[in-house]
């Protein structure tokens, strides 16, 4: 769906969205996510330490925002959640009333570069949206 980053360090974790994986330890742990968790996972990956509201979210996962969605979208964060736990630094914050925010420590949460492979590929910071800057010197 879209361009911009497909593979996302996420702490000691590696999310591949094109084939919907979350990997920790090189495949030691591999969960296979749904498409919806995985649209989910990237669009907060992409917009992390930004607000991110209910229905921007909805409209940007389902097409369309209503009651039954937005319950639908509560269980899959809650997923997302307990997938990501035992990651430290790594969290999905509601803001009451508004929406999520999507937070990681400086460096947790990274892409790699689109056609490259999780191993071969360097890091790159992620900043607002498909804005990305090289860390590497």
């Known amino acids: 769906e879209g361009s911009g980053p497909v593979q996302f360090k996420i702490g000691d974790l590696e999310f591949d969205y094109l084939n919907l994986s979350l990997k920790y330890n090189n495949e030691l742990l591999r969960l296979q996510l749904t498409q919806r968790e995985a649209d989910i996972l990237r669009y907060l990956c992409i917009n992390s330490e930004r607000l991110i509201r209910r229905e921007e979210l909805l409209m940007k996962i389902w097409g369309r925002n209503d009651y039954f969605l937005g319950r639908s979208m509560d269980v899959f964060i809650g997923r997302l959640r307990k997938y990501l736990k035992t990651q ?30 999780l191993e071969e590929a360097y890091y790159f910071q992620v900043f607002n949206n498909d804005e990305l800057i090289d860390d590497q010197p």
């Open 88 to 117: 430290k630094n790594v969290s999905i914050e509601t803001v009451k009333g508004i929406g999520l925010k999507f937070h990681y420590s400086e460096n947790s949460c990274r892409t790699v570069k689109d056609e490259k492979t």
